[in-house]
């Protein structure tokens, strides 16, 4: 049995704790700032809880010494202390985070770490990149990679036409932030809320636009390979042009303490959620132009007893997945590991992985993945 840390006792945080220990295979130590949150939570089997400040890096180094690994599942501003404590402790490192610039501290600090880091291993970034470079490798030459997700409500009711799923800071970032793409080419920057997209998948038509963190470490790794390479988040028609009314016109953007506040006190949060992963990918096999694409729906379920949304599923199940490699000797055991270079076969193939399967059967996540 291996000794993990979890950091952050959120929607995800919780849900990852939740799963590994339903396992056997782990024991869970879960931390978060707030006893409030702690003392809220469920007491299971093969999970302890403890109060810690992140701040407090003498704290936080005794927290994750002698531990096979930890999960960082704290908001992106807690991203930096964390790994330098794990990398102090000689600790595997994985985290969830969509910010740019955490990750690059990240990198930095696996450069000549003893253990590995698992930067950006939730669903967008993470399990997308896997999807696109996977699709990416079957052509001679490439020509697009377009990655779009978008973490959705099964029952849009509002102006919105959108409900809170997960966290909301991260929600604000990656609609803030300069997004990182390749255009004819050239690497470059674009800017969030731009790029607008329409498209249709089963029947249901959806808007896509750029936003921040999706794409992961893949401008690195596809750089001088691909002619256009981008991220958008899936919506429903109409809400980024509110997005882009209330960050731009109202400046909002410059005061995202205020967005935050009006957001999780006008927008409801639901479990009644859809995780839509679309990738299209066309280049050239042999003399022809040909399209690849990946398409998939995974919907919120009851999951060991519990009901967990899509995004909580779809982001606790990929980060636990990367965890359960690495804990079976099947990922690189040191340096900065990127999410693309996990096989997508053996992604999927893995216990906690099979939630992104299509119809197939796995108890562990209630029954058939759709």
């Not at 810690?52 to 991203?79: I, M, Q, Y």
């Not at 052509?139 to 849009?156: H, I, M």
């Not at 800071?169 to 920057?189: F, Q, S």
């Not at 005061?255 to 935050?260: A, H």
Request: net charge negative.
């Amino acid at each position: 049995m291996k000794d993990i840390v979890v950091i952050g006792a959120g929607k995800i945080g919780t849900t990852v704790a939740g799963l590994l220990a339903a396992t056997g295979d782990y024991q869970v130590t879960l931390a978060d700032l707030s006893p409030d949150v702690l003392d809220r939570l469920d007491r299971v089997e093969r999970i302890d809880t403890v109060g810690v400040d992140v701040e407090d890096s003498s704290r936080l180094l005794d927290l994750v010494n002698g531990k096979f690994a930890v999960v960082n599942a704290a908001p992106f501003h807690l991203t930096a202390p964390i790994a330098e404590a794990a990398k102090a402790a000689r600790t595997h490192y994985l985290d969830l985070t969509e910010d740019v610039a955490s990750t690059r501290r990240v990198r930095e600090l696996a450069a000549g770490a003893s253990t590995a880091f698992f930067p950006q291993c939730g669903l967008a970034p993470g399990f997308v990149s896997i999807v696109g470079f996977d699709l990416a490798r079957r052509f001679d030459t490439l020509d697009s990679v377009k990655l779009r997700v978008g973490a959705l409500p099964q029952y849009p009711s509002n102006a919105l036409n959108y409900n809170l799923t997960w966290s909301t800071d991260g929600l604000i970032n990656e609609y803030c932030e300069p997004c990182e793409a390749i255009v004819n080419g050239a690497r470059r920057e674009t800017a969030p809320l731009e790029g607008l997209e329409e498209f249709s998948l089963d029947g249901v038509t959806y808007e896509a636009f750029n936003t921040s963190g999706g794409l992961g470490t893949l401008c690195d790794t596809l750089e001088g390979k691909v002619r256009n390479l981008n991220y958008q988040t899936i919506r429903y028609p109409g809400h980024r042009a509110i997005m882009r009314a209330l960050l731009n016109d109202l400046r909002l953007r410059d005061r995202r303490d205020v967005l935050k506040d009006i957001l999780e006190h006008a927008v409801p949060t639901t479990l009644q959620d859809v995780v839509i992963v679309f990738v299209i990918v066309t280049g050239r096999k042999g003399n022809q132009f040909v399209q690849e694409t990946y398409a998939n729906k995974i919907y919120s379920r009851e999951v060991n007893g519990r009901t967990l949304s899509a995004i909580q599923i779809t982001t606790a199940g990929a980060i636990c997945c990367v965890l359960d490699l690495l804990a079976t000797d099947q990922l690189a055991q040191t340096g900065c590991i990127r999410q693309e270079e996990i096989p997508l076969k053996m992604f999927v193939s893995n216990r906690f992985g099979k939630v992104f399967a299509k119809r197939e059967l796995h108890p562990e996540f209630g029954g058939e993945v759709r």
